[in-house]
């Protein structure tokens, strides 16, 4: 089993920056990509980034030139800085964890963190 533990959210202003981590244990060595998603209040969870082991992002348009994803695979670490930060996304921000060599649908992802809050205020 693998357990993801994100952190780094909070309060900011619209165009400001946050960096959020992700701390994974367990099989992290099951993990061939870590993810980010997001959901924002009344609606269903969306894809933000990815990238696989070998470091090669991938992201949704809404974020892209904005975030930035990044991992290190010697301490099981992931990350998520986001800048240019807009109301829109104000969301519960989710790591995940992907056994498989392309993933960005929520079902493709078997580990999940429990979400970290962030808010952004206009």
């Known amino acids: 089993q693998v357990q993801l533990v994100e952190s780094g959210g909070g309060l900011v202003h619209t165009g400001g920056s946050l960096r959020l981590s992700c701390a994974a244990s367990?099989?992290?060595?099951?993990?061939?990509?870590m993810g980010w998603f997001r959901q924002a209040p009344g609606k269903e969870r969306e894809f933000v980034a990815t990238?696989?082991?070998?470091?090669?992002?991938d992201y949704a348009d809404s974020v892209k030139g904005r975030f930035t994803i990044s991992r290190d695979n010697a301490k099981n670490t992931g990350a998520l800085q986001m800048n240019s930060l807009e109301p829109e996304d104000t969301a519960i921000y989710y790591c995940?964890?992907?056994?498989?060599?392309?993933?960005?649908?929520?079902?493709?992802?078997?580990?999940w963190g429990q979400g970290t809050q962030v808010t952004v205020s206009s």
């Open positions: 367990g099989r992290t060595d099951t993990i061939y990509r």
């Open positions: 990238i696989n082991r070998r470091g090669t992002p």
């Open positions: 995940a964890g992907s056994t498989r060599l392309w993933a960005r649908e929520e079902v493709e992802y078997n580990f």
